[in-house]
């Protein structure tokens, strides 16, 4: 059984620092490419990065390019998500997600290229 558990966030003012962290288990890692997405209610998933099975290719959406960075701990199967310079546009729920190398050919940030998910943890900003 697969399973992604998040961890890592919290209520900080703007400015500050988190790590978000995604535990994986039952998942042969070297297999998936890992995704972050985030959602605000009402409005759709959307991706905030990419890390390749490897860890050689990563991606960010524009928005947190130069203030977020994704990396892989292939050692323990995890992967981190290390978000600096946090603004209150960045508060979401935060989702870890898993999809098969196999898949490179979807766009990093297609929702629905993503087999497996977490059930997100919580980032808020506050100005």
């Known amino acids: 059984q697969v399973q992604l558990v998040e961890s890592g966030g919290d209520l900080v003012q703007a400015g500050g620092s988190l790590r978000l962290s995604c535990t994986t288990s039952?998942?042969?890692?070297?297999?998936?490419?890992m995704g972050w997405f985030r959602q605000t209610p009402g409005k759709e998933r959307k991706g905030v990065s990419y890390?390749?099975?490897?860890?050689?290719?990563?991606y960010y959406v524009d928005s947190v390019k130069g203030r977020f960075t994704i990396s892989l701990y292939n050692a323990k199967k995890l992967v981190y998500l290390a978000m600096t310079n946090l603004q209150p546009e960045d508060t979401a729920m935060y989702y870890c997600?898993?999809?098969?190398?196999?898949?490179?050919?979807?766009?990093?940030?297609?929702?629905?290229?993503?087999?497996?998910w977490g059930q997100g943890t919580q980032v808020t900003v506050s100005s």
């Open positions: 890390i390749s099975s490897s860890g050689g290719v990563s």
């Open positions: 997600a898993a999809r098969l190398k196999t898949a490179y050919l979807s766009p990093w940030s297609q929702a629905g290229s993503y087999k497996f």
């Open positions: 039952g998942l042969n890692f070297a297999d998936y490419a």
